[in-house]
């Protein structure tokens, strides 16, 4: 997640959509007092030298309420005490955190990804090894029907979309340009691929399906499924 206030917007980071390589672009875009929350493995696949060098994701300490104050100084970790910006963290907790005029004032944006398409990517991001992937109907009925990703509510508030854009996955690099003119900057990054090599390179998402697994993965990700028409 980055709040840029040199660039007043918001991007509100989902799941297995793309989002490490558009933090990463992002990032580079960031001044000392924007906010870049702490990404696991902070290297690129395709260019290792570059990284992501995450600042200010803590509240500063005269900003944290009593409450917060006190749980902390109990053992309670700065994110569980809310005054702590995460990776994925949802928008009704952002808008806690920070002030009106950031979060009604900035452009906020977030990228969402066909949900059959996205499962298949989580497939090969859960077991990378061949020799320890289970079949994919058998981690669709037990890790998907029980940790479905949350991206819908990331994004949303009560179940309203709440970001100025979505961009979509599938169309990743035109949207991420219409951003960048949005914001008036001239000279964007490159988006890169990091993390892309989880996921085989030959074969399309459907031939992973079979008719169950497909009604399954439908019903668990019925919302973003009709707010963007996807489609199996």
């Not at 029907?145 to 819908?152: G, L, Q, S, Y």
């Not at 490159?190 to 892309?196: D, E, F, K, P, W």
Request: charged share 30%; net charge positive; proline share 6%.
């Amino acid at each position: 997640m980055i709040i840029s206030h040199r660039h007043r917007f918001i991007y509100l980071k989902c799941r297995k959509v793309g989002s490490t390589s558009l933090e990463i672009a992002l990032a580079d875009l960031c001044g000392p007092d924007d906010v870049v929350t702490p990404l696991d493995g902070t290297r690129t696949r395709a260019d290792p030298d570059r990284r992501i060098n995450w600042q200010n994701h803590v509240l500063p300490r005269e900003r944290w309420p009593l409450a917060a104050r006190l749980k902390v100084a109990c053992g309670m970790t700065t994110r569980r005490a809310g005054v702590e910006f995460y990776n994925h963290i949802r928008a009704d907790r952002l808008r806690r955190m920070v002030d009106p005029a950031v979060f009604d004032g900035y452009f906020k944006f977030a990228v969402e990804r066909n949900p059959w398409d996205r499962e298949v990517s989580n497939y090969f991001f859960q077991h990378p090894r061949a020799d320890d992937r289970p079949p994919f109907a058998e981690f669709v009925r037990t890790h998907t029907a029980r940790w479905p990703i949350d991206n819908f509510d990331i994004y949303t508030i009560g179940g309203r979309i709440v970001v100025d854009r979505v961009l979509r996955h599938e169309n990743l690099e035109a949207d991420f340009q219409a951003v960048m003119d949005r914001l008036g900057i001239v000279d964007p990054p490159s988006l890169g691929r990091a993390r892309a090599r989880h996921r085989p390179e030959k074969g399309t998402w459907r031939h992973w399906y079979d008719a169950d697994t497909r009604d399954l993965v439908g019903r668990l990700y019925a919302r973003e499924i009709a707010a963007f028409g996807y489609a199996f």
